[in-house]
């Protein structure tokens, strides 16, 4: 696993929590944009947002239902397939995010083709809003069996109440012991937590300046975060 290798090497110059975490909220914020409320990375907002639909009316309301299940299924299939390969001896974290990157990749081709979506329910909305959302389904699944030291990139709640939590006690009165564990916490979620809204505010002037051709970039990011997975592999001291 990623966290093995971390913790058994010495520090390597790229770290896919920053890049994974970029592409949480470059592909949510304009997932959202271009689908009307569809939120592709994370699940809560969903419900929100199907709740919304059914009271205004709005369109979309059957791309936003069809999001959870689709999302649920992809994590199940993840994990399962994570596992056979752990089995097998394949490079299943190398692998799954190989998976992600051409699911964000087939995501840009749609949004290409057959962008802009006035009507998010129409079939090619439906499809392209279900790659992402697959692809994102991925991101979640692999930082939770291979990355689950690191601050979540999808969701950043937690996040930021534990900094702040962190910040409230290296102010006042945390143990002198404790304050070298709660700086580099505080640091490796603050990492994330501006990465997030990184992607976030580059996605909105990418949606205002060009429309779905910003759904070029994440795959490009994705292929980021592999290359970082594997400068963390690498330089991983052996046993």
């Given at each position: 696993?990623?966290?093995?290798?971390?913790?058994?090497?010495?520090?390597?110059r790229?770290q896919?929590?920053?890049?994974?975490a970029?592409?949480?909220?470059?592909?949510?914020t304009?997932?959202?944009?271009?689908?009307?409320?569809?939120f592709?990375?994370?699940?809560?907002?969903?419900?929100?947002?199907?709740?919304?639909?059914?009271?205004?009316?709005?369109?979309?309301?059957?791309?936003?239902?069809?999001?959870l299940?689709?999302?649920?299924?992809?994590?199940?299939?993840?994990?399962?397939?994570?596992?056979?390969?752990e089995?097998?001896?394949?490079?299943?974290?190398?692998?799954?995010?190989?998976?992600?990157?051409?699911l964000?990749?087939?995501g840009?081709?749609?949004?290409?083709?057959?962008?802009?979506?006035?009507?998010?329910d129409?079939?090619?909305?439906?499809?392209?809003?279900?790659?992402?959302?697959?692809?994102?389904?991925?991101?979640?699944?692999?930082?939770?069996t291979?990355?689950?030291?690191?601050?979540?990139?999808?969701?950043m709640?937690g996040?930021t109440?534990q900094?702040?939590?962190?910040?409230?006690?290296?102010?006042?009165?945390?143990?002198?012991?404790?304050?070298?564990?709660?700086?580099?916490?505080?640091?490796?979620?603050?990492?994330s937590?501006?990465?997030?809204?990184?992607?976030?505010?580059i996605?909105?002037?990418?949606?205002?300046?060009?429309?779905?051709?910003?759904?070029?970039?994440?795959?490009?990011?994705?292929?980021?975060a592999?290359?970082?997975?594997?400068?963390?592999?690498?330089n991983?001291?052996?046993?």
């Amino acid at each position: 696993m990623l966290a093995e290798a971390r913790r058994g090497s010495t520090p390597a110059r790229l770290q896919p929590a920053p890049f994974l975490a970029f592409l949480g909220g470059y592909v949510d914020t304009l997932g959202f944009l271009s689908l009307h409320g569809l939120f592709t990375a994370h699940v809560t907002g969903n419900f929100v947002t199907i709740g919304a639909a059914l009271a205004l009316g709005s369109s979309g309301i059957l791309t936003k239902l069809l999001a959870l299940p689709v999302f649920c299924i992809v994590v199940i299939a993840t994990r399962l397939v994570g596992r056979w390969m752990e089995q097998h001896k394949l490079p299943d974290l190398r692998i799954l995010l190989w998976a992600e990157i051409l699911l964000l990749a087939l995501g840009a081709v749609l949004a290409l083709r057959f962008g802009p979506f006035p009507n998010s329910d129409a079939p090619p909305a439906m499809l392209f809003g279900m790659v992402l959302v697959s692809a994102m389904a991925i991101q979640n699944a692999v930082h939770r069996t291979h990355m689950a030291s690191d601050a979540p990139s999808t969701l950043m709640t937690g996040s930021t109440t534990q900094i702040l939590v962190d910040l409230v006690d290296l102010l006042h009165g945390a143990a002198p012991e404790t304050r070298p564990a709660l700086r580099a916490r505080a640091l490796r979620l603050s990492r994330s937590l501006g990465a997030f809204a990184l992607g976030c505010g580059i996605a909105a002037g990418a949606y205002v300046a060009v429309g779905n051709g910003g759904f070029v970039l994440p795959p490009l990011v994705a292929f980021l975060a592999w290359l970082a997975t594997e400068s963390v592999r690498r330089n991983a001291k052996p046993a």
